[in-house]
């Protein structure tokens, strides 16, 4: 019996070190997410999650970015940044084959020059702007 005891004790202190454990784990990546809106890029994705608010409710919206995916040395970057993206917003779905269909838009923007320019050829207006490079915008369709 008495040797039980020390078993049931022994067991309960291994049961709060991996809880101890876990919930240490669990706050780290919770402060790495956090930093993410400071520029880290340690979870996937991470840049976008400020969009996910607005998109609350959306099922489907466009994707572009300015890194030309018919550019073999850019491709892979692109689609790179497409499927964070897409993994940090689910279940909005992402369209990067035809983005300019949709009402509300993700622009990926490597030149940030180039907000003014897209916004006026799709008649669009800002949504979400995170510093001129991810940035959600709304077409005015008539």
């Known amino acids: 019996m008495f040797k039980h005891s020390w078993f ?21 990546f919770i402060s790495r997410g956090e930093r993410l809106f400071l520029g880290s890029n340690s979870f996937p994705g991470g840049q976008f999650l400020p969009l996910r608010p607005a998109l609350s409710g959306i099922r489907r919206v466009g ?3 300015d890194l030309a995916p018919k550019n073999p040395d850019v491709s892979t970057s692109f689609m790179f940044t497409m499927q964070r993206a897409q993994f940090a917003l689910a279940p909005t779905m992402l369209d990067h084959y035809t983005p300019f ?8 923007l490597k030149n940030k020059e180039s907000l003014p320019r897209i916004l006026k050829l799709l008649k669009a207006v800002v949504v979400v702007n995170l510093d001129n490079r991810i940035v959600l915008i709304r077409r005015i369709l008539p």
């Open 8 to 28: 049931n004790f022994f067991l309960a202190a291994v049961l709060l070190i991996m809880i101890a454990i876990d919930l240490r784990i669990t706050n780290g």
């Open 63 to 65: 994707y572009y970015s």
């Open 101 to 108: 269909v949709h009402e509300h838009i993700i622009l990926y």
